[in-house]
């Protein structure tokens, strides 16, 4: 499902951009623009059309203006390998995107084979950096990160509960409930379930019986908060008092409308809140006085932007995408709206953090995720 670098659809399109269109450096945004993900494909594309507002205001990059083209992938891998051919037919050298570590990973050859640099704001499945590819980067941390630390505060609150071990059988989701499931093996913990359900499903009454008749007091589910909703709310609905820990997935206040008053009480984690970064405090107004509330992957994908443009102006030139991502290596820190960050020989990230969060009410009496 790849494609070569010089099919007759690339070349076409590079002769295109012998004209005036050479001047634009094209940065691809990839994520679920439509579809039940759609919250977090609102993020990536407002958060890197703001930077290159931003970056284009101050003079852009060498001279250039930076164009952002867009791509719906719906959080699904063969759209996203469809998405991917487009941005190299088109031209475009540097992708923003993917959102999920399923579409992320397949994308990620076709990118790479074509000389296409990928930087991603949300995938955090490790393998879309440990297969040793020199065009794999991310702005977020890693599941074998993130599990270790919800597996942690399992084993430091949670320790003599019933946990069942949830997950949507995706990269993501497995990745994620596996790497807290070996946290809490480790610790001598062992789960009274362990299932997977299906992206997708909406009546989850068997599961739930399950997990009643075991006596389950917590799920840990790894996955989306489009499932986690409804496992919240026909929980609450069936007489199942289980609190909810879940990761990264579940960063949208979304999630309350789906669930109700049964998110109150959710656990989850992610990175500590870049709303509250003091030096991001004029963008995130600036996102506010436009109507849209930066939330979640927003600075991330901004800060994506940000990396990439940087390295370009460090690099010299927009062209080769292999020599810039060897600037953003050997480049950093690179100073972002989620503060100043750094890469490894891999790819990611040298300063991950990731923190729990609570669902509570808010003073407007509407659920959303305080950090604890």
């Not at 959102?99 to 076709?110: D, K, R």
């Not at 509960?161 to 480790?186: F, M, Q, R, S, W």
């Not at 963008?283 to 370009?312: C, D, M, N, W």
Request: aromatic share 8%.
């Amino acid at each position: 499902m790849k494609k070569s670098l010089f099919s007759a659809v690339a070349v076409t399109a590079l002769l295109a951009f012998g004209g005036g269109a050479w001047a634009d450096i094209l940065i691809g945004v990839a994520g679920p623009i439509t579809g039940p993900n759609a919250a977090f494909g609102a993020q990536f594309q407002k958060g890197a059309e703001q930077a290159a507002e931003d970056i284009n205001a101050a003079g852009g990059v060498l001279g250039q203006k930076i164009k952002i083209e867009i791509g719906d992938d719906v959080s699904d891998p063969k759209q996203g390998i469809s998405v991917a051919n487009k941005f190299v037919a088109d031209g475009v050298k540097y992708v923003v995107g993917h959102f999920n570590s399923g579409v992320s990973i397949p994308a990620s050859e076709v990118y790479a084979e074509n000389g296409v640099l990928e930087m991603t704001p949300a995938s955090t499945n490790p393998q879309f950096t440990e297969r040793g590819m020199w065009n794999t980067f991310r702005t977020c941390g890693r599941d074998d990160q993130q599990g270790k630390v919800a597996g942690d505060y399992l084993v430091a609150n949670f320790k003599d509960a019933k946990i069942a071990v949830i997950h949507d059988k995706t990269p993501y989701g497995v990745g994620l409930a596996d790497e807290t499931k070996k946290v809490l093996n480790g610790a001598g913990i062992t789960e009274a379930m362990y299932e997977g359900i299906n992206v997708g499903d909406k009546d989850f009454s068997a599961l739930i019986a399950k997990m009643k008749a075991g006596g389950v007091s917590l799920i840990y589910f790894g996955g989306l908060h489009t499932e986690a909703g409804l496992i919240m709310r026909q929980s609450a609905d069936q007489g199942l008092k289980a609190i909810l820990f879940s990761g990264d997935g579940m960063v949208s206040n979304e999630l309350a409308s789906i669930a109700g008053d049964a998110v109150v009480g959710t656990l989850n984690t992610f990175s500590p809140d870049p709303r509250k970064n003091p030096a991001a405090k004029e963008l995130v107004e600036k996102f506010r006085a436009s109507g849209f509330e930066p939330e979640a992957y927003t600075l991330y994908s901004y800060a994506a932007v940000q990396v990439v443009a940087a390295a370009i102006n460090k690099a010299g030139s927009a062209d080769d995408a292999q020599k810039v991502a060897e600037t953003i290596k050997a480049g950093g820190p690179w100073n972002t709206a989620i503060g100043d960050i750094s890469y490894d020989a891999k790819g990611d990230i040298t300063r991950p953090d990731y923190v729990i969060y609570e669902w509570k009410k808010g003073e407007d009496g509407k659920p959303t995720y305080f950090e604890k």
